[in-house]
Structures are given as structure tokens and as C-alpha cells.
């Protein structure tokens, strides 16, 4: 059915990561976080191959997973942005950065350009302040980021 | 060991009570009344539910800096609590206004209008205007399924009816989903309950504060084929419905009212008003030989024979194994559920007798129960598309219906079943509780294995409101050992152990709901009330006793209709009419 969509490594990482915490139920959240480093997302396969090792409801895990914004059910880009919205970086125009960025790349904030390489969230503070306004990419951080630097920026990743 | 007692008071007043009670509990001991919303607690059942989530349960405590939720904190020695302080009445006032926030105010066309917890609420704390404007109106899709209908933007987020999938059933078939405005009480990924592991117990439905959990309405459906001269329109009423119904003409929780309940129905226009319990009898014939069948397999060394046999009566049960243990799905009895015996007796046998045809008859059920809804539309259950049982009503959509007639229930005098299809016996009576499945096969399995007349027909050892409950009867030298278990967590323990080799019973009988069908998810509502459910099952005991014959295998029109139609118990006619197949759902 849906499992087959899943490569047999990813099945087989996902059972080992729930082995390792004995498939206990009561590691759900370490579970669910390091599926995420090791597959970069949780689609909804490998949540019903979580629920189904540690033999609880899938609608469980999908529950932790929707309920916290650092689990994402979509593939990231190769090379993650966030922006911060923190208030410094705010009120010093990272909010005009931002709507560089999405310019730039053609996407909404959550989202991942066709090609893969990027993808855009937000964030606030990355304890930079005195950077404002701050910009990361692959937790790199960019400091006093102009949106003019944007394009420029980015480039350098492609 | 004698436990200390804490003391504390509660508006002054002096209470002492045992160490872990919560101040919601110690008010209710004392007679003040806490509003509440989220919490729900069916005493001596595993129904609780107190995420404290709904926060109107606030109360003052002196020392402490912020509210307590009651239904979530513990007393402690000393404490002096305020229910009714200025300060809580505000709290408690804003809490309301910020849940109507994102309330739909369609009340005067909701189905739950009448019987909504929040409603009455907010009529008492007399609130007037919706001072807050939501910050996001909700706009999910309503999803209809044949049962159950969902409308989260009804949904208040009390979290009852997870705990009742989750802890109580053990279904898992939805929890909460997303976060903020966006969160939801769904299935996983937000596919549709109908797509889901989900039962259709009902039992969210019934403990659903508000209009988010309703049931599939049918009672415009039969005013159509009531009003059409074309159709012939039959009525079966099952055992749990005539000790219930009462209470919504307000009667008092355990009154029967059998013979008003079938005037209303003669009333209400049916062509025939017959009995459901009619077909229990006849369940206990097909189910109790094909326990003696196993059982005398098993004592004559047959190893493969499978023990214990489960009951099939409950739908919401077979959905449930065939969701979660499709690996045993031969195990149950194959007999179908009272409801789909009593379908397919009287589209053939008595159909045939009166010359009606089969297009031409309308079956229409009332049950206690929404998954009966869904269970009268399975496929196996139909013949060249027509169904045995047409469609299904449950008591609340029933009393309703009887009201909108303008039909006077209280002062209605008793009427009779019509018969054959309405004859019972006190066996029957018994299947609306749990245990009575199991009493009643007992009865007749005893008699008819031992060949011996039962001095006492009481088997009261399996009688209560235990989760799981045992006992052994004695089969003239051989010990059987039955077991019981009613809602479908205690189910699942058993179904474990019998996976696992090491059930000691013989024969199992199983209810999806607690306390049985007396508390199904079409019964009029008990709001948490444990004593309803109570006075209910002491009211079927009650209707058993009062009955002249209380062994199914001595029902005289039973006995007509094999020695007219059927021939015996388990013949190839009764296997093709009154047993079915179970099927692997788990994908």
C-alpha cells in the first residue's frame, strides 16, 4: 500500500530509531526527532511505521506531529532558510527581507522551491540581536542582512 | 489501614474527604455544584475525563496566586476554597465568553439545541452578547458518515471524546490535531472518520458536550415511507430502548415503558410494531448451539476446535476485531446481531407468510446504538441490493420524532407487540446489559446441554457494572467458564490473552459500550451520570423478571418458526439466514 512509497532503508532506519528507545511509547517525541534528522521530514508513511513499532494509534503520532512547528510533514530544501521575526531583527526590517526571499524564490513561508534546494520558515531570535536583521541558511547566520544582499546571498548556494 | 482524612472548607462550609479527592469532588460531596464542561466522570467505569482544558471549573483558593481548576486539583489539609467570589464569577464569565468566541451562534437549528452543555451554561450564567469576536471563525468541512457526523466547528476542544476513543475504547480512531484555531478532533492525517479505524460505538457522540458529535438523522426518511401508501413500514425495537426512552417524556432514569413505547409506534403509523427481542431469542438459539457445537467438540478431544466463542451481537464490536484482530477473525460466534436476524426473518419467512413483497417492505430498527446504523448498510446484508434492515433510528431520534407527532407518551396506554415477530421472553429483556447475552445463553445452553430444568434462571454472578467480570457455571460435571467484558478496552485485555494462548473461558460475551446498550451512543444522554446507567440495567432485570417465559428455547413462536421455516438451529437455511462472515479491515 502507502509503505511501499517508503525505500526499505527508510523503513529500516525508522525500526531501528524505535528499537533503540524500545519502542516505548513514552519516547514518542525523541522518536519523531530523530526520524526527522535521519529522513529530513515525516511524511505520513513513516509516522503510521512509528505508530505501528510502537504500537499505538497513528492518529497519536500525527497529534505531536501537527501540534509542534519544528516537525514538518513536507520535505525541506537542501538548504533550509529561516528568517527571524524576533522583535530587534523586526523592527530593524527583516520583515522586508523576507518578502525579498520570497521573491526571489517564488515561495510562501513553509514551502520548498520545485527544485529542492530551498525551502523558507521563520523563526524568532537566534540570540544575534546585535546583528539585526538576521538571516539563516543551513544554520549559517547572516548578519545585518539588507534585502538588496538577498539575491546575492542565495546565490552562492545553487 | 484507615486512611487520614483532609479537612478543608468549601464556601465556609466544613468538609473532610479521603487523600487524592479533587475539589470538584469534595464541592459535589457537600452539595455545591460546580459548573463544568470538559470534565466527565461514569463512576466505577474507566470514564474520566479531566484535562482541566475548559477552565470553568475555576475556583479561589486563599494563599494561591492564580484560580484553580477544580476538576483538576487536589485538596489539600487546611484549604479554604471559594466557589462563588467575584473574582470567580468574572473568571468564570470571560472563560465562557472566550469559548462562544469561536462558537457558531446557529443554535436555534443545531441538533443538540435543548441538550447542549454549553448552551445551558451559558443560559445560566445568563450571557447575553458574545463581547468577543473570534479571532478566526472556523470553517471545517461537516463529515457525514452513515452513523456519525462531525462538525469540528462545533467543537469546544474538552477532549471527552479522544478519551473515549483513546483510553476507554481503545479505537484510537481520532485525537487532536494541529494546533491554535487550527486544531481539530480528527483522524489521523485528517482523513475521514469514515476511513479510520473508527467502530461506530457512538460513544464520542455521547459524551460530546456540544453539537460537534451528532447522529445520522433518519427520522425524515421514515415520515416519507410512512406517509407513502405503496410501502409496507415494520418496526423492531431492541431490549435497551423501553427502559430508556422514558426519560425524555421525564420519567425518571429506570422506568419501563414497553407497552407505551410499542402504542407510540402503532401510533406513529407502522403497518406492525415487533419486537427486536424477538430475534434476541432467536440469537440465543443460533449462538447457544454453536457454543454446544465447540463445546462438545472440544470435550469429545477435537484440538482444533476454537475456544472461548465470542458474542457477535455488538456491530460496533465486530468492527473493532475485524479493525484490530483480523488475525481471529474465527473465533466469534457467526451468528449475526438481533437487529440482522430479525431483518431477514421477516423479509423472508414472515414476509412470504403475509405475501408481501420483499420491495415493498420497509424495515426500520430503533436502537440504542450508532453503529447499527452503519452495521443495517453492510453489504452482506442485503440482498440484490436490498437491505435486510432498511435503516435505523436511535432512541433519542425516535423520542424526538414522537414528540414532533404531537403523540402524548406519558398518558398513552400500553399496547402489545404485534406477533409472531413480537414475541419474547425474558431472556430477550436481558440483552440491553452487560452480561445479559451471556445469562441468556446460559439459560438455554444449560437446559439443553444438561437436558435438566434450571431450578433458578438467575445467573446473577454475571450480572454488575465491572469492566470484566468471570464466573463458572456448573454443566451437570463439566465447569464452564465464562467471561465478560463491556466496553472495548476490557475487550481488548481479553482478546490479548486469547492471542497469547492463556484465556481460561469457554465462552466470552462482549458490549462495545459501557454498561452495555442501556449506555449506547443513540441512548438519551446521561451527562456523566453513572446512576442513570444504573437504574437502567436494574430496569431490565426488572422486565426479565416480570416475564411469564425467560428461556429463549421455550418462546413459542420461536419454536413455530423452525418447525415452519427453519428446521433446526445451525441448518443450512438457518446458516444462510442468520449467520454471516467476518472480514479483515486492518488495511
Known amino acids: 500500500m502507502e509503505n511501499n512509497k517508503l525505500s526499505c532503508s527508510a523503513v529500516a532506519a525508522v525500526k531501528d530509531i524505535c528499537a533503540a528507545h524500545n519502542n516505548d511509547a513514552g519516547e514518542l517525541i525523541n522518536i519523531l526527532h530523530e526520524t526527522q534528522n535521519t529522513l529530513g521530514y515525516l511524511p505520513q508513511e513513516v509516522q503510521q511505521l512509528v505508530a505501528k513499532n510502537l ?100 546565490e552562492d548556494f545553487v | 489501614m484507615e486512611q487520614k482524612l483532609i479537612n478543608l472548607t468549601i464556601d465556609n462550609r466544613p468538609v473532610s474527604v479521603e487523600n487524592g479527592t479533587t475539589i470538584l469532588d469534595a464541592a459535589k460531596a457537600c452539595g455545591i455544584d460546580i459548573p463544568t464542561l470538559c470534565h466527565i466522570n461514569l463512576e466505577g467505569t474507566c470514564v474520566n475525563n479531566h484535562p482541566a482544558s475548559c477552565r470553568l471549573c475555576v475556583v479561589e483558593v486563599a494563599g494561591r496566586r492564580n484560580l484553580a481548576p477544580a476538576c483538576a ?60 469576536e473570534g479571532g478566526e471563525k472556523s470553517c471545517f468541512e461537516v463529515e457525514k458518515t452513515v452513523s456519525i457526523i462531525r462538525d469540528m466547528n462545533k467543537c469546544i476542544l474538552c477532549r471527552r471524546c479522544e478519551t473515549m476513543c483513546n483510553d476507554v475504547q481503545t479505537v484510537g480512531a481520532i485525537g487532536a490535531r494541529g494546533r491554535g484555531f487550527e486544531t481539530t478532533i480528527s483522524p489521523a492525517f485528517g482523513n475521514k472518520l469514515a476511513d479510520s479505524e473508527c467502530t461506530y460505538c457512538g460513544q464520542c457522540v455521547a459524551v460530546c458536550p456540544v453539537g460537534a458529535l451528532t447522529e445520522k438523522d433518519n427520522t425524515g426518511k421514515l415520515i416519507r415511507d410512512l406517509a407513502n401508501p405503496n410501502k409496507v413500514v ?19 432514569a429506570g422506568t419501563i415503558v414497553t407497552g407505551k413505547l410499542a402504542a407510540a409506534l402503532r401510533k406513529l403509523g407502522f403497518d406492525y410494531v415487533f419486537d427486536t427481542d424477538f430475534a434476541a431469542d432467536l440469537t440465543i438459539m443460533e449462538e447457544g448451539s ?19 466463542i465470542l458474542t457477535s451481537c455488538c456491530p460496533a464490536w465486530v468492527n473493532f476485531f475485524e479493525h484490530q484482530f483480523p488475525d481471529m477473525l474465527n473465533i466469534p460466534s457467526t451468528a449475526r446481531s438481533p437487529q440482522q436476524m430479525f431483518g431477514s426473518i421477516a423479509k423472508t419467512y414472515w414476509a412470504e407468510k403475509m405475501g408481501i413483497a420483499r420491495e415493498k417492505l420497509i424495515v426500520v430498527s430503533v436502537m440504542p446504538c450508532l453503529a447499527k446504523k452503519y452495521e443495517c448498510g453492510r453489504e452482506e446484508f442485503k440482498v440484490n441490493g436490498n437491505p435486510d434492515v432498511d435503516y435505523s433510528l436511535s432512541t433519542r431520534e425516535l423520542a424526538a420524532l414522537i414528540k414532533e407527532a404531537n403523540i402524548d ?103 462495545a459500550c459501557p454498561g452495555g446498550c442501556i449506555g449506547g451512543g443513540g441512548q438519551p444522554l446521561h451527562h456523566g451520570n453513572i446512576e442513570i446507567i444504573k437504574a437502567r440495567s436494574n430496569a431490565i432485570y426488572r422486565e426479565d423478571a416480570g416475564k411469564p417465559i425467560r428461556k429463549s ?14 428446521g433446526k438451529p445451525l441448518s443450512e437455511k438457518s446458516h444462510a439466514l442468520l449467520h454471516t462472515k467476518y472480514f479483515d479491515k486492518s488495511e
Do not use: W
Not at chain 1, 538571516?135 to 547566520?141: A, H, L, N, R
Not at chain 2, 486539583?73 to 468574572?90: F, K, P, Q, S, Y
Not at chain 2, 454453536?290 to 472461548?308: I, M, S, T, W
Not at chain 2, 428455547?553 to 427453519?566: F, G, V
Open chain 1, 55 to 154: 504500537n499505538i494509534p497513528a492518529s497519536r503520532v500525527n497529534g505531536v506531529v501537527s501540534f509542534y512547528a519544528f516537525f514538518t510533514e513536507k520535505p525541506k530544501g537542501k538548504h533550509p532558510i529561516s528568517i527571524c521575526l524576533g522583535t530587534a531583527c523586526y523592527v530593524r526590517g527583516s520583515d522586508k527581507v523576507l518578502e525579498e526571499v520570497k521573491n526571489v524564490l517564488g515561495i510562501e513561508v513553509g514551502q520548498t522551491t520545485p527544485d529542492g534546494i530551498f525551502s523558507l520558515d521563520c523563526l524568532r531570535c537566534v540570540g544575534a540581536c546585535g546583528l539585526a536583521p538576521v538571516m539563516t541558511i543551513d544554520g549559517k547566520v547572516f548578519g545585518n542582512v539588507d534585502p538588496k544582499d538577498v539575491r546575492r546571498i542565495l
Open chain 2, 234 to 252: 415494520i418496526v423492531q425495537t431492541a431490549p435497551a430502548v423501553r427502559v430508556a426512552i422514558g426519560e425524555e417524556f421525564g420519567n425518571p
Open chain 2, 73 to 132: 486539583t487536589a485538596c489539600t489539609e487546611g484549604m479554604e476554597v471559594h466557589t462563588n467570589t467575584i473574582r470567580v464569577l468574572n473568571a468564570r464569565r470571560t472563560v465562557l465568553e472566550l469559548i462562544l468566541s469561536n462558537h457558531p451562534h446557529d443554535c436555534l437549528v443545531c441538533a443538540k439545541s435543548g441538550n447542549c452543555e454549553l448552551q445551558n451554561l451559558t443560559r445560566k450564567l445568563k450571557i447575553q452578547e458574545a463581547p468577543y
Open chain 2, 553 to 566: 428455547h421455550e418462546n413459542p413462536y420461536i419454536k413455530q418458526l423452525y418447525e415452519e421455516y427453519l
Open chain 2, 290 to 308: 454453536e457454543l454446544l457445537g465447540r463445546l462438545n467438540a472440544f470435550l469429545a478431544g477435537d484440538k482444533n476446535v476454537h475456544l472461548p
Open chain 2, 409 to 511: 407518551f406519558n398518558a398513552l396506554e400500553d399496547s402489545d407487540f404485534d406477533l409472531p415477530l413480537g414475541a419474547s421472553t425474558g431472556a430477550a429483556a436481558i440483552f440491553g446489559a452487560t452480561g445479559g447475552v451471556m445469562e441468556a445463553a446460559l439459560r438455554t445452553a444449560y437446559e439443553l446441554h444438561t437436558g435438566k430444568t434450571l431450578g433458578k434462571v438467575d445467573f446473577t454472578e454475571v450480572r454488575g457494572l465491572e469492566g470484566i467480570r468471570k464466573a463458572s457455571v456448573d454443566m451437570d460435571g463439566f465447569e464452564l467458564k465464562v467471561g465478560i467484558a463491556h466496553g472495548l478496552g476490557n475487550a481488548r485485555k481479553l482478546l490479548e490473552d486469547i492471542r497469547a494462548g492463556k484465556s481460561e473461558f469457554h465462552a466470552i460475551e462482549i458490549m
